[in-house]
């Protein structure tokens, strides 16, 4: 990334997962991706924030399969059951883990980031973004 004249690096965020980078200089927010970056001017963007969410089918699925497997135990196919059991367990586990997104919300839409964790090092980057917006 080059900076134009004028302009000067504030802040900086790596993603732990995916090798995006975040960074926030005086008139713009670049989001460096492995081949290739995207450049938001800070006066178009809206808001940046952190959002969560989960997988809520993959449980709903996962509570079907489990409830089908304790119907197949008692029969020919306790087998099959156990699979479904074991199956289903994993699947209402990872359904209700969260997951992480960085919004960017600009004039043209919103940018999403998935891979990034709740800590400081991101909270901080947050509020550094969200203080320069006009």
Avoid: C
Wanted: aromatic residues 12%; charged residues 20%; hydrophobic residues 45%.
């Amino acid at each position: 990334m080059r900076l134009t004249e004028g302009e000067e690096k504030i802040a900086e965020y790596h993603f732990k997962k995916g090798g995006k980078i975040l960074i926030l200089t005086n008139k713009r927010l670049v989001v460096i991706y492995k081949n290739s970056e995207e450049s938001y001017p800070l006066n178009k963007i809206i808001s940046v924030k952190i959002s969560q969410y989960r997988f809520w089918i993959w449980s709903v699925i996962g509570l079907a399969m489990i409830i089908l497997g304790f119907f197949s135990l008692p029969s020919d196919f306790s087998i099959i059951g156990l699979i479904l059991i074991i199956s289903g367990i994993l699947l209402v586990f990872f359904g209700l883990q969260k997951k992480l997104l960085v919004v960017i919300t600009h004039q043209g839409g919103q940018k999403k980031f998935e891979g990034g964790s709740k800590d400081k090092e991101l909270i901080d980057f947050i509020d550094a973004v969200n203080s320069k917006l006009s």
